[in-house]
C-alpha cells in the first residue's frame, strides 16, 4: 500500500490526551457507589466511544479499529496505560 494511508492523531502516543485524563484513575460502572474524589475515577459513561476496559489477563480479539480506545486497567480498575486499535 503507497500514499496517504494514516490513521493521524489516532496512534499518537498521548492519545489525544486521554493518556492524561485516565492513567491512574479508577474505572467505575455508571451506577457504582464510591467514596472516591471525582479527580480519582471516571465513570464508563464518560469513556470516549468506541472504548473497550481491558482487565490483566483478559483476551480480546485482534480486529483492529483505529477509533477504539483501549483502556488497560489492573486488579482495582485503576487505568495502566491506553492505546488505539
Do not use: A
Amino acid at each position: 500500500m503507497t500514499g496517504t494511508f494514516s490513521f493521524g492523531k489516532q496512534n499518537s502516543d498521548d492519545c489525544n490526551g486521554w493518556r492524561d485524563k485516565l492513567v491512574g484513575k479508577v474505572v467505575l460502572n455508571d451506577d457504582e457507589v464510591t467514596t472516591l474524589e471525582e479527580n480519582e475515577c471516571i465513570r464508563r459513561k464518560d469513556l470516549p466511544q468506541p472504548n473497550r476496559v481491558v482487565p490483566p489477563g483478559s483476551m480480546v480479539t485482534m480486529d483492529f479499529r483505529p477509533e477504539r480506545l483501549n483502556v488497560r486497567v489492573d486488579h482495582t480498575m485503576r487505568v495502566t496505560g491506553v492505546n488505539y486499535g
